[in-house]
């Protein structure tokens, strides 16, 4: 898979073949030595990945971080106590196993007219419910207990290898107001074909460019803060949605199994969705 340059880059050591005494086998394998496995392809956040200040900081001096708040009500104090400490809350092994239903929401067609949205654009609270309109799901609307799947085409886009190093520079992404809306639902998980959830404009990371929503909150991420920090929603990056937007499955029974790796925040996924074509 092209390496996530948010996530170090794994790295592997082959070890020797190993033998069972009173027995005619031989088998190999190898261990990670190093780099972040949870950080890299289609992505499960856990609740614990981002946490916040009260206050911006000022960026003078040593972060503030035993002053940091999460979810819950949870501080630092509960989730990190010391730099090197796992998770001891929050952590990806307390994300329970989701199997429920799903809607996929088609933002490609209805605001990209079939193009991929561009770096920077938004999925706004009015786009969620003029999709549901265009695609017969007025009456449906989101459940509570969904996982909602929104495709930008910005997917399309992900290559191995990363030779252009554009997919992970930029990307189209999701509102303020939508991310409020959708937690009025209640849904479960939200999930997009990109590698932030956030929209993030051109030029962005290399701090030449304003978030799209922003900095009034000091939150660039605020889509990260509002679905973990806030409202306890997990979120998906990089989910492959092409093939099921193809086919036009609006609706479907999703398995999302994120591994029980304990105090991590976060998990290699492998998202499945059965349903049926339109």
């Known amino acids: 898979m092209p390496m996530s340059p948010f996530g170090r880059p794994l790295t592997f050591e082959a070890t020797p073949s190993v033998s069972l005494p009173g027995t005619r086998h031989v088998f190999n394998g190898e261990r990670v030595t190093g780099g972040e496995p949870g950080a890299q392809g289609t992505q499960m956040d856990a609740l614990g990945h981002f946490a916040y200040y009260d206050e911006i900081w000022d960026g003078k001096g040593e972060a503030p971080v035993n002053t940091a708040k999460y979810y819950a009500g949870y501080k630092q104090a509960d989730v990190k106590p010391e730099p090197n400490s796992?998770?001891?809350?929050?952590?990806?092994?307390?994300?329970?196993?989701?199997?429920?239903?799903?809607?996929?929401?088609?933002?490609?067609?209805?605001?990209?007219?079939?193009?991929?949205?561009?770096?920077?654009?938004?999925?706004?609270?009015?786009?969620?419910?003029?999709?549901?309109?265009?695609?017969?799901?007025?009456?449906?609307?989101i459940l509570p207990g969904d996982v909602v799947y929104i495709y930008t085409g910005w997917?399309?886009?992900?290559?191995?290898?990363?030779?252009?190093?554009?997919?992970?520079s930029k990307g189209p992404g999701l509102a303020a107001d939508?991310?409020?809306?959708?937690?009025?639902?209640?849904?479960?998980?939200?999930?997009?074909?990109?590698?932030?959830?956030?929209?993030?404009?051109?030029?962005?990371?290399?701090?030449?460019?304003?978030?799209?929503?922003?900095?009034?909150?000091?939150?660039?991420?605020?889509?990260?803060?509002?679905?973990?920090?806030?409202?306890?929603?997990?979120?998906?990056?990089?989910?492959?949605?092409?093939?099921?937007?193809?086919?036009?499955?609006?609706?479907?029974?999703?398995?999302?199994?994120?591994?029980?790796?304990q105090g991590h925040a976060g998990s290699p996924v492998r998202p499945v969705a059965i349903g049926v074509p339109q």
């Not at 990806?92 to 088609?106: F, M, N, Q």
């Not at 997917?155 to 992970?168: A, F, I, L, Q």
């Open 86 to 141: 796992p998770l001891l809350k929050l952590g990806i092994e307390k994300a329970p196993p989701i199997i429920t239903s799903a809607v996929l929401l088609d933002a490609k067609t209805y605001l990209g007219r079939g193009a991929a949205l561009k770096p920077g654009e938004l999925v706004r609270a009015a786009d969620i419910t003029g999709m549901l309109k265009a695609q017969g799901l007025e009456a449906r609307g």
């Open 155 to 168: 997917g399309d886009g992900w290559s191995d290898p990363d030779t252009e190093k554009s997919y992970y």
């Open 178 to 261: 939508a991310a409020a809306y959708l937690a009025e639902q209640k849904v479960v998980l939200i999930a997009l074909d990109n590698p932030f959830t956030d929209a993030v404009a051109e030029g962005q990371l290399a701090q030449k460019a304003m978030p799209p929503q922003g900095m009034d909150q000091g939150l660039p991420f605020v889509i990260h803060h509002t679905n973990l920090a806030v409202n306890g929603i997990h979120q998906i990056q990089n989910a492959n949605l092409t093939a099921i937007a193809a086919d036009r499955v609006w609706t479907s029974c999703t398995m999302i199994l994120p591994l029980r790796e």
